[in-house]
């Protein structure tokens, strides 16, 4: 196995199975999560993952593709993707919930179920992650940029184990279990930095592809998650400015290796 695909596995286990077995612990330490600190948390990953996409996939998947429109049409194809996905999930829930009337909305069976489904969703979602950390490899190799954006990825995974946990824990379920729960989701991660991986050597209009496809999934997670859900736990400008402070950590941290 080659350095770079063997460091592509390493990084996304620990962003992704890591990152979420992390928020699962947490959950069972403070079986009540604040809601100011997880506003401003999401906030922060928020513009942490704007800058990413917009400065570092983006620019690459551009630079790579042989065409202009290619990358903008991908970017919007993963966009889409994951709105459609998401949709489906959503579907899912309320036809399980129509289909299952005489379980009261605040009971124990409830919670459980809420907790596998979410399970369930961010398995789902950490597929295209994934791939932006592979098609990052792809490009920079053992670089910088891939370990900034799985960086990213692990602190987004950690509100989403500990919402994956609470409910679970308050079911009744053993720590162990929720824990366990919430870092099996981040398998996906690693399968899908794996397909980005592969896809992003075989030619510079895959990587193109790759690229936009994930920024394009990362696009939906902040814009229709992690920020309305920041605002829902907490209603303050503060929580939008840590999104500013968010991207402008990223802009460091991307160009501060070409000085």
């Known amino acids: 196995m080659n350095t770079p695909l063997l460091f592509t596995i390493l990084l996304t286990a620990l962003t992704g199975v890591g990152g979420l077995g992390l928020g699962g612990g947490l959950a069972v330490l403070l ?20 800058c990413i996409v917009s400065l570092d996939m983006v620019p690459e998947a551009v630079g790579a593709s042989p065409a202009l429109w290619m990358a903008p049409l991908c970017l919007l194809l993963g966009f889409a993707v994951t ?7 959503d579907k899912s829930v309320h036809h399980s919930d129509h289909n299952h009337p005489h ?17 369930a969703a961010v398995a789902l ?23 900034i954006a799985a960086a990213t990825i692990a602190l ?24 366990a729960v919430a870092s099996l989701s981040g398998l996906p991660t690693v399968i899908g930095a794996v397909l980005g991986y592969y896809m992003g050597t075989q030619a510079p209009a895959a990587l193109s592809i790759a690229l936009s496809l994930a920024g394009g999934a990362m696009l939906y997670v902040v814009f229709f998650e992690l920020l309305p859900e920041a605002y829902q736990q907490w209603r303050s400008r503060w929580a939008m400015l840590f999104s500013v402070v968010g991207f402008a950590l990223g802009v460091l941290l991307i160009f501060s290796h070409a000085h």
Do not use: Q
């Open 125 to 147: 979602h950490n597929m295209p992650v994934g791939m932006a950390i592979g098609t990052t490899v792809a490009a920079d190799g053992v670089s910088y940029a891939a370990a």
């Open 156 to 179: 987004h995974n950690i509100p989403e184990g500990m919402s994956i946990a609470i409910p679970l824990l308050h079911d009744g379920s053993k720590a162990a279990s929720a824990v």
């Open 103 to 119: 379980v009261c909305a605040c009971g124990h069976h409830d919670l459980h179920t809420a907790g596998i489904v979410l399970a």
């Open 83 to 89: 709105f459609l996905l998401n949709c489906w999930i």
């Open 31 to 50: 079986r009540h999560e604040s809601p100011r600190t997880a506003s401003l948390l999401l906030s922060f990953t928020a513009g942490l993952m704007l």
